[in-house]
């Protein structure tokens, strides 16, 4: 296993360890404290954290709480932005049953010495949208072009082997680029300063972009490499309490497809919930980034949520082969079970 995987591994279960006495994990405990309907029966409580601070990414569960889906299936959930160790650890040490993460970070929850109780239980977007953006001006109009340019860099070894693998396959040398290390919260702030491409997550970030007046360039990886195109993001659940809850794990996931699915019909309106929900959010940002990401939603899949178990598998295989991870088994850390409600 390569030692950025166990770092961050032995981190992950290091923080389960410390937040283990708060476990829900093993059971609903919550139901004994639960909230109540107007007809007296026990709603359950349901924690989901997300994995930054709230955009388009998250619309669905806002519309599901805004609109009573949640109540409608008996649950009670509270939304919580996530600690410093991540929204994944929460997951694992049972503070929360759900969250969002996406199936490139999951590398080392899956590869971990200690088994770790988290699962993808459902794809937010059916297709990876996140692409390298730059500047028009900077002349980056394929992988290639990369050379001698600055790339700001999260400093991950798969990151980086995918950088390398997009400029190789357009006959470009990875050795030229420069790569910056820096963590670029703004991009289009960054891309007007010394940054010549950067990540992004089109969605947010590119229509940010736009929307500063940059007129700009992307690479899509799904474009270039087909394994690219993972799982990004993806909903997260605790297993073992998912094993024991199968019922409430189905009723949340029901509901909150329902707010994906209002969302991928009714962008407009969705916005606007999102932003009564959050009203901090720039709502310009928010209605234009809604209108791109509602296509996106349930795209091509027969439904909200589910993950195709080739396009999962060809990312690890991609992965294993590359020296990047240990083989990770076709279909393993995912499941779809808890998307089996009728279809509407």
């Known amino acids: 296993m390569k030692r950025f995987e166990k770092l961050i591994g032995k981190a992950i279960a290091t923080g389960i360890a410390a937040l283990s006495v708060f476990s829900i994990a093993a059971c609903d405990t919550a139901n004994n404290n639960a909230n109540t309907t107007a007809n007296s029966e026990p709603k359950k409580d349901i924690t989901f954290v997300l994995d930054w601070t709230p955009n388009t990414n998250h619309t669905g569960l806002y519309v599901a709480l805004n609109k009573g889906y ?3 299936a008996g649950l009670n959930v509270s939304i919580v932005q ?3 160790d991540g929204a994944t650890t929460m997951v694992a040490s049972g503070q929360a049953q759900f969250g969002v993460d996406f199936q490139d970070y999951l590398v080392p929850v899956f590869t971990s010495e200690e088994k770790i109780p988290v699962e993808v239980c459902a794809a937010i977007l059916q297709h990876n949208t996140s692409a390298i953006i730059s500047l028009k001006e900077d002349g980056i109009e394929s992988p290639k072009d990369l050379e001698g340019k600055n790339y700001a860099t999260w400093d991950l070894p798969i990151e980086k082997a995918m950088i390398q693998n997009i400029m190789e396959a357009d006959g470009g040398d990875y050795s030229k680029l420069n790569l910056i290390p820096e963590y670029v919260e703004n991009e289009a702030a960054a891309l007007q300063q010394d940054i010549d491409a950067v990540w992004v997550y089109y969605a947010w970030g590119g229509i940010a972009c736009k929307q500063a007046g940059l007129d700009t360039n992307l690479i899509f990886f799904n474009d270039i490499t087909p394994e690219f195109d993972y799982y990004s993001p993806v909903i997260i659940v605790n297993s073992d309490w998912a094993n024991a809850n199968k019922e409430t794990a189905i009723a949340f996931l029901e509901a909150t497809g329902r707010g994906y699915e209002f ?4 962008p407009d309106e969705a916005a606007d919930i999102l932003c009564a929900e959050v009203p901090e959010l720039d ?4 209605k234009e980034s809604q209108e791109w990401i509602s296509k996106e939603y349930i795209s091509d899949a027969r439904r909200w949520g589910e993950i195709d178990q080739k396009r999962w598998d060809a990312f690890f295989k991609w992965l294993s082969d ?7 088994p076709e279909g393993y850390g995912f499941t779809n079970e808890y998307l089996e409600w009728p279809e509407r």
């Open 283 to 286: 709502k310009t940002l928010v």
């Open 82 to 84: 996530p600690p410093e």
């Open 322 to 328: 590359n020296g990047l991870a240990d083989e990770i």
């Open 263 to 266: 969302a991928a019909s009714h």
């Open 70 to 72: 949640y109540e409608e």
